[in-house]
């Protein structure tokens, strides 16, 4: 046996308590091991506490040393001592008699060292006449690891010294001729009788293992060459901040030095996370290759060992079968990270890029389920309540900021305070909720606890009036409507006096509405598969998106937010959300048509919280996603 190995197994036979290899280990109860020696020194008023699981075990009146004897680890330690002489590592001595005699050989029969003269003695004796008796020179040449394990041995009944050739099922232990009358009324047998129903429950217990150990190494493989992505990916990322700030002033550097420092610390959370998981899966496999170790031991074992540590190996196996199930087979998803260069450099050497993690842009944070309701509008207050219109219920949800449902009112009608399928909802900086009421073709204003207080507009395409209107922004004591059915954006002030009209012959099927910080204004349009911008006085700008079904590409966009740091994120008909720069080049998108976690059935609305996270409104799921973006 090498060094390595040789130094690898004493570690897998050490004591957790003296980090030496066994001596006379003892069970506790909860089927931890320790040295006999250890264990004395944990005694506290006849109790010891396990160091590992930390399970409080009461000791029998005789002491320590009545705990039950680990049969198979004190094999194992045999079988190391004795590899350990072999290689050279350990003293030997001729195990015959007590003489200092050096020794020639090794009897695999009796598992003993013997010196020159017992060995002598050893061919003549009657008993031992036939033994393959082998010298050590050729034993330590011929790397014949198998010669040197010890015999199984049958372990002797600690108060009569005989055999225990018998086992009791009903207390799980092993029993000698005169111990039997102490289980009387007991179900037990002989060794020989129970251990081969005793084996094929072992073997049944640990057949996972070849498949455990093939997985898990192919799992290995997988998070490790993710994570080297992942610190290439920073790599990448740092040479393109580098590109970009090649010719600019000392003064900025500093900036540049703090960019890459975001990278930095993104990458090594990224990197951690992988590390973390990667660590899991060579802890389990670790564990799992032990149990094929011990798997192939007990193939070779006697009946009394495999007996005595089959409900343990059992115990075991299960909670490793358990930690394998729960295992993630695939690298945990971690940053998607994108340097954003500024368009020009400002004068004051204001802030000239950012650098954006999408970490958590792929498995919601949470769900809330609308209890089989249609939700379409999502808004938040300035004091972290939010309000969602329920389009096939005709009402709308009131919750609070721990995403608890507070109250809900409205119900299918024309009259104040009712609704016929609401659509948009919208907070103004007084608290006060606009709902667009699209088949009644107004919007309706209340109170943050759901009180009318006044409508405004009616079935039309003149000024102030609506048709079938759908998204609704309160800004800047103004309510921006995407009116639908006009293909336009109609505005009232907020007491529901008419203003202007934005976006005349140029949009389709306005949908919906965001403004940013430097007030502009995107309205997503159906049927030019598109976000169109205009400036707040109705100027056009420029169109965001190319209609398609690839990524980057946009197909009937229904929903639009803007985060605190200008990118645009849309939700549309290839049932994902897209998210684009302030200069409206693509930059990310996530979900895909379905109704699992993080799919989406007609995602109609997309909205901001004040701590970050993103809302969806997943129409035909009847739930809200909420979603993380760091």
Known sequence: MAAKEMKKAALNLSCPVCFQVFKNPKYLPCYHSYCEQCLEKMVVQSKIT????????????????ELANNFLINRLVDELIRKRK???EEEVKCENCEEDDPVVTYCPDCSSFLCHVCNEVHKRAKLSRGHGVIPLTELRSSKRD????????????????????????????????????EHAGHEYDTVDRIAGSCREELQKATAPIEEMVEQLCMVHEKVDE??????????????EIDRHYNDIMQKIMRQKDQLKQQVCDLITQSEKTLTTQLEEVEFIRAEVLSMKELKDTLEQSSDQEALSTSKQVIDQMQWLVDKYK???????????????PSEQLLPQFGDLGNVKDYKAISDPYKIVDIDDGSPWGIAFSSTGFWAVSDWSKHCICLFNDQDQLITRFGGQGRNRGHFHHPTGVTFDNGDHLYVADRNNHRVQKFDINGNYLLQFGSKGCKDGELNE????????????????????????????QFHSIIGRGILGESYNIAVDSINRLFVTDRSNDCISTFTLNGQYLCRIGIAGTYTSQLKSPYGIAIDPN????????????????KYGKYVHCFGSRGHHIGQFRYPLEVAFAANGYVYIADFNNHRIQIFSVL
Do not use: W
């Open 50 to 65: 396990c160091p590992e699981c930390r399970k409080e075990a009461t000791i029998p009146a005789g002491g320590v040393k």
């Open 469 to 496: 209107p759908r998204g609704i922004l309160a800004h800047r004591g103004k309510v921006y409507i995407a009116d639908h059915g006009n293909s336009r954006v109609s505005v009232f002030q907020t007491d529901g």
């Open 226 to 239: 993710s994570r080297k992505e992942v610190r290439k990916q920073g790599e990448d990322i740092n040479k």
């Open 326 to 340: 729960m295992l993630s087979h695939q690298p945990i998803k971690t940053a998607e990270i994108r340097f954003v």
């Open 146 to 181: 198998s010669i040197v394990l010890p015999k199984c041995k049958i372990p002797m009944c600690k108060k009569h010294s005989i055999e225990l050739l018998f086992f009791c099922k009903t207390c799980e232990e092993l029993m000698c001729m005169y111990c039997i009358k």
């Open 86 to 88: 072999v290689e050279g």
């Open 566 to 581: 200008g990118f645009i994120f849309v939700t549309d008909d290839n049932q994902r959300v897209s998210i684009f720069d």
